[in-house]
């Protein structure tokens, strides 16, 4: 009988791995799979009910969100002509998500 040899994972893929895995969770992924309801609207009428299209909806705002914060991060390692177009396309991406999040709830006509 052969043994089968365990899956090395890299460390460099870690910390991706480890941060997509967070965000999902951040986003309400166990909320969905335990209040799974057999038909599922795009958007659930009551805001403490979440669809899978929210929570997928709400992964994409929070990894834009990242992805702005990290523009932001190695926006001064890039050097100084394009620093400040960076900088401002990363922040951009970053307030327009967090607008988009913070509209998402009132969509939701009930309480």
């Known amino acids: 009988m052969m043994r089968r040899k ?3 994972i890299e460390p460099k893929w870690l910390a ?3 941060l997509v895995f967070i965000i999902l969770v951040v986003s309400g992924l166990f909320h969905v799979l335990a209040e799974q309801e057999p038909v599922l609207p795009v958007v659930h009428p009551q805001q403490t009910k979440q669809t899978v299209i929210e929570t997928l909806v709400v992964f ?3 990894a834009f969100m990242f992805a702005g ?3 932001i991060y190695n926006a001064p390692r890039t050097g100084r002509r394009n620093a400040p177009f960076l900088i401002l396309i990363g922040a951009t991406v970053l307030v327009l998500s967090a607008y988009l999040l913070l509209w998402l ?3 939701k ?3």
Do not use: F
Request: hydrophobic share 50%; aromatic share 12%.
């Open 6 to 8: 365990p899956v090395d």
């Open 16 to 18: 991706p791995i480890l």
């Open 60 to 62: 994409l705002l929070y």
């Open 69 to 71: 914060l990290l523009i």
């Open 105 to 107: 709830p009132n969509l």
């Open 109 to 111: 006509p009930y309480p």
